[in-house]
């Protein structure tokens, strides 16, 4: 704010002007962004001070210029600070008399400034001058940032309103025009309803008081409340986009959440699924092992049993070649490898067996675990392998038999020992082998069980989330039937409060009307009052000119009389004193009437400032019910707005509850 009354200041320096002391003050303090320089004498070097600061400054929003005795140069620089100025939107013009260089500086103001969008321009004369008025009318249509103009009591013709309809073909903005008390009459106000079909933008035309006939009058009352609807269905149309927007948006949002909850939960599952998995595959890894421990060592005591055999062989052949020194012991060895013989088949028997019931349970594992058949594959050739080289090993074995046919007089003296240890290993090797099958059998039996367990579990886990899934879907319908429910008695409810609100609207807008039928037909009464005082007024000025003819007329006749009878001034002396006396009593007489057509006209100037009073007072007591009546209107509208809204919002809410439901989107199959 200082930074302002410091540049006006030194802008009026540089004019060679004195700052005002009453702009500084308003220049100090502006209440939310309003210069109110109303009724201050603004001289022209102030107007071209402001209009110098007007266009570097960005505080003030609303310039109040009413009744500052403006003059053509003063406005006409104003104005020019005004076209560069993009932060006003308010401008008051009232009471300043603008003329010819006014309309037409204020046509380039309103061409080319794209901030005002309230101009009052009531009590000045820009209908006056046609072609001012027809150049500011064409900055009016080149205009797409005013809203609302006041042109009240600015003389404008039929032809100013023809230049009017001509500039609101052109206006797509202006929404609000007050044309009252003005000269449009009949074939202005046919103009202006001529154009109303092309603008959709006006709403509110006000025309009292121009001597225009009732029918152009309801024509143009038409034609307005049909651009009022279409502009109030235009916002209840946005309001409703705007709030469709929000809850698609809002829906959009929810669903995106619930989806990516879903997707945490799928992919939780999934890694207990994987960690699962890694454990069966662990511990199914450590049973191959296991197995294919025990394969090896099933492999190792196959291997141990050949070479006996092998060894038993060669020993027979040798107590053959002993010949007849052997015949006992081999009659001995005979008898008692018919005994291993026996016991050797009873425990082959008994190996096969075991082997067999071992094969079973490794049947019955792969079949349980598909997934290691390849794993088992390469354990068979890993045996194959193993076999080939028992098979070497057997070669190896024949060619030693020949060494040992050379030492069989040295395996004579060992044979009773090798027999010993021989059936100490068997019985050695027949514990260990039953013990490892004891063992791979408990193996298998617990992994059995806890396979078991699993599948009990899972199984278990299933039924749980049937049992969860149906609960849910119960609770969907029974959710859904409640909120339609709700709906029903919501939807009533509403119903009932706007139709009660309706009525209760239109018993007001009743009041609202008769109270301005009597506002108008007091005005009436008024004028008609202020006519009669005119008119007595005049009379009354008739008689007292009427009275100073007559007195000119005596003196006239007085001096005639002086210069006709100078030498009878003794004779008429006596009658001339009487003549003086008499008119003296005409003086005191004329006098007495020039006091009363003075204070008869103090009486008409108070009349007529009361008259002017109560009209202004009149005025803003209609502007007030006329606000009143708008917002009481506009309370209607928000009202169906917000009805509309909650209507719609319920019926969205619903319908997507019931079609799109997470619950329902987001099911597994069946």
């Known amino acids: 704010m200082e930074e302002l009354r410091r540049s006006y200041s030194r802008l009026c320096r540089e004019r060679g002007a004195e700052p005002q002391e009453a702009v500084l003050q308003r220049l100090q303090r502006l209440p939310r962004g309003r210069l109110d320089l109303a009724a201050h004498s603004l001289t022209a070097d102030t107007c071209g001070a402001l209009g110098a600061l007007l266009p570097g400054q960005t505080v003030c929003t609303e310039l109040v210029l009413s009744d500052c005795m403006l003059s053509e140069e003063g406005a006409v620089l104003l104005f020019q600070g005004l076209c560069a100025n993009s932060v006003v939107q308010v401008l008051d013009l009232k009471g300043n008399n603008l003329r010819a260089a006014g309309a037409e500086a204020l046509g380039k103001l309103l061409r080319q400034n794209q901030s005002i969008q309230s101009l009052t321009l009531e009590w000045n004369s820009l209908g006056t001058w046609e072609d001012a008025f027809a150049i500011f009318c064409g900055g009016l249509a080149a205009n797409s940032a005013l809203r609302q103009l006041d042109l009240r009591n600015n003389q404008i013709s039929h032809r100013g309103a023809e230049e009017l309809a001509?500039?609101?073909?052109?206006?797509?903005?202006?929404?609000?025009?007050?044309?009252?008390?003005?000269?449009?009459?009949?074939?202005?106000?046919?103009?202006?309803?001529?154009?109303?079909?092309?603008?959709?933008?006006?709403?509110?035309?006000?025309?009292?008081?121009?001597?225009?006939?009732?029918?152009?009058?309801?024509?143009?009352?038409?034609?307005?409340?049909?651009?009022?609807?279409?502009?109030?269905?235009?916002?209840?149309?946005?309001?409703?986009?705007?709030?469709?927007?929000?809850?698609?948006?809002?829906?959009?949002?929810?669903?995106?959440?619930?989806?990516?909850?879903?997707?945490?939960?799928?992919?939780?599952?999934?890694?207990?699924?994987?960690?699962?998995?890694?454990?069966?595959?662990?511990?199914?890894?450590?049973?191959q092992e296991a197995l294919s421990e025990r394969l090896s060592i099933v492999n190792s005591l196959k291997a141990k049993l050949q070479m006996t055999e092998?060894?038993?062989?060669?020993?027979?052949?040798k107590v053959q070649d002993l010949?007849?020194?052997?015949?006992?012991?081999?009659?001995?060895?005979?008898?008692?490898?018919?005994?291993?013989?026996k016991a050797h088949r009873l425990e082959q028997q008994e190996a096969a067996?075991?082997?067999?019931?071992?094969?079973?349970?490794?049947?019955?594992?792969?079949?349980?675990?598909?997934?290691?058949?390849?794993?088992?594959?390469?354990?068979?050739?890993?045996?194959?392998?193993?076999?080939?080289?028992?098979?070497?090993?057997r070669q190896e074995l024949t060619n030693t038999s020949a060494e040992l046919k050379m030492r069989a007089i040295q395996a004579e003296e060992r044979l009773d020992m090798e027999k010993r240890r021989a059936k100490q290993s068997l019985e050695d090797l027949e514990k260990l082998h039953a013990k490892e099958v004891d063992h791979m059998t408990r193996h298998l039996e617990e992994s059995e069980r806890a396979m078991q367990e699993r599948v009990q579990r899972l199984e278990a886990l299933r039924l749980s989330l049937e049992e969860e899934l149906s609960q849910a879907k119960a609770a969907v319908v029974s959710e859904r039937s409640q909120a339609e429910e709700e709906l029903i008695k919501a939807r009533s409810q509403a119903r009932l409060e706007e139709q009660q609100n309706l009525a209760h609207l239109e018993e007001k807008m009743r009041l609202l009307a008769q109270a301005r039928d009597e506002a108008q037909s007091t005005c009436l009464q008024q004028k008609q009052a202020v006519a009669e005082a005119q008119a007595r007024a005049g009379q009354l000025s008739l008689q007292a000119e009427g009275q100073r003819r007559r007195l000119e007329e005596l003196q006239q006749e007085l001096?005639?009389?002086?210069?006709?009878?100078?030498?009878?001034?003794?004779?008429?002396?006596?009658?001339?004193?009487?003549?003086?006396?008499?008119?003296?009593?005409?003086?005191?007489?004329?006098e007495v009437l020039?006091?009363?057509?003075?204070?008869?006209?103090?009486?008409?100037?108070?009349?007529?400032?009361?008259?002017?009073?109560?009209?202004?007072?009149?005025?803003?007591?209609?502007?007030?019910?006329?606000?009143?009546?708008?917002?009481?209107?506009?309370?209607?509208?928000?009202?169906?707005?917000?009805?509309?809204?909650?209507?719609?919002f319920l019926q969205n809410a619903v319908l997507a509850y019931v079609q799109g439901s997470p619950l329902r989107a987001l099911s597994p199959p069946k």
């Open 310 to 317: 092998a060894a038993l062989a060669l020993s027979e052949q």
């Open 166 to 287: 001509l500039a609101l073909r052109g206006n797509t903005t202006l929404q609000q025009l007050d044309l009252r008390w003005n000269n449009i009459g009949l074939l202005g106000g046919r103009a202006l309803v001529s154009c109303l079909p092309s603008n959709r933008a006006l709403c509110r035309l006000d025309l009292a008081g121009n001597n225009i006939p009732g029918d152009v009058l309801r024509a143009v009352e038409q034609a307005m409340d049909h651009n009022q609807d279409r502009h109030t269905a235009f916002q209840e149309t946005t309001a409703r986009t705007h709030v469709l927007s929000k809850e698609v948006q809002h829906l959009q949002e929810e669903k995106s959440r619930q989806y990516l909850s879903l997707m945490e939960m799928i992919d939780k599952q999934r890694e207990e699924m994987a960690k699962s998995s890694r454990a069966a595959a662990a511990r199914v890894g450590q049973l």
């Open 353 to 393: 067996e075991r082997e067999s019931k071992l094969l079973r349970d490794l049947s019955a594992a792969n079949e349980k675990n598909l997934m290691l058949r390849n794993q088992v594959d390469e354990l068979e050739r890993k045996v194959k392998s193993q076999q080939e080289q028992l098979f070497l090993t």
């Open 594 to 648: 020039r006091e009363k057509v003075m204070a008869l006209e103090r009486q008409l100037k108070v009349i007529s400032s009361e008259h002017r009073a109560a009209l202004l007072d009149r005025e803003s007591e209609n502007a007030s019910l006329r606000e009143k009546l708008r917002l009481k209107e506009a309370e209607i509208t928000r009202i169906r707005e917000e009805e509309a809204q909650r209507a719609s």
């Open 323 to 341: 010949g007849e020194r052997l015949a006992a012991s081999e009659q001995e060895r005979q008898s008692l490898s018919q005994k291993q013989e």
């Open 559 to 590: 001096n005639n009389k002086d210069q006709e009878k100078v030498a009878e001034v003794t004779r008429v002396r006596v009658e001339l004193q009487e003549q003086m006396g008499r008119l003296q009593a005409d003086l005191v007489a004329q």
